[in-house]
């Protein structure tokens, strides 16, 4: 009587190897990374804009109403200035500057940052305007899927 031995064959071994992949690859085309993490940048984006206009309305409650001066009427409004950058390279730029928003950290303790940075490198990725009927205005400029990330108080 001859005694064989227990173990997996070669080809049971690879076929479910071939399994273990082929659920792997669908698993991570159903999770879309790129998507989520497209998402996930949307919705800093989206907290980075109430943040900018909740600073904004805050100094403009202190200051008897009165908005930054800096602030731009509708058909100029231009990306907002990095924190720690110079007025004077703002205003080359094209920049706005809101240095009273950060000055002292008393509404914010920098200008927020758009995940994938503004269009120069003193820039926040960030705009923002007054509107005619005298509201402010602040646009994400990198939404990404087609989104578009606008808050108006």
Same mark, same amino acid.
């Given at each position: 009587?001859?005694?064989?031995?227990?173990?997996?064959?070669?080809?049971?071994?690879?076929?479910?190897?071939?399994?273990?992949?082929?659920?792997?690859?669908?698993?991570?085309?159903?999770?879309?990374?790129?998507?989520?993490?497209?998402?996930?940048? +949307?919705?800093?984006?989206?907290?980075?804009?109430?943040?900018?206009?909740?600073?904004?309305?805050?100094?403009?409650?202190?200051?008897?109403?009165?908005?930054?001066?800096?602030?731009?009427?509708?058909?100029?409004?231009?990306?907002?200035?990095?924190? +720690?950058?110079?007025?004077?390279?703002?205003?080359?730029?094209?920049?706005?500057?809101?240095?009273?928003?950060?000055?002292?950290?008393?509404?914010?303790?920098?200008?927020?940052?758009?995940?994938?940075?503004?269009?120069?490198?003193?820039?926040?990725?960030?705009?923002?305007?007054?509107?005619?009927?005298?509201?402010?205005?602040?646009?994400?400029? +990198?939404?990404?899927?087609?989104?578009?990330?606008?808050?108006?108080?």
């Amino acid at each position: 009587m001859k005694k064989f031995k227990q173990g997996f064959t070669l080809l049971e071994i690879l076929l479910v190897v071939a399994a273990i992949a082929i659920l792997a690859g669908i698993v991570i085309l159903a999770l879309n990374p790129g998507k989520q993490l497209a998402e996930t940048k +949307n919705a800093q984006r989206s907290v980075d804009v109430n943040t900018i206009l909740n600073a904004v309305y805050q100094y403009s409650i202190d200051n008897k109403g009165i908005l930054p001066d800096t602030i731009p009427a509708p058909a100029d409004a231009a990306e907002i200035c990095n924190t +720690n950058v110079a007025p004077v390279t703002c205003a080359t730029d094209g920049l706005i500057n809101l240095s009273v928003l950060t000055a002292g950290e008393t509404y914010l303790t920098a200008i927020p940052q758009d995940p994938l940075g503004g269009s120069t490198a003193n820039s926040s990725g960030y705009t923002i305007a007054t509107t005619t009927g005298g509201r402010v205005k602040v646009d994400a400029l +990198n939404a990404e899927q087609g989104a578009t990330i606008s808050v108006t108080r």
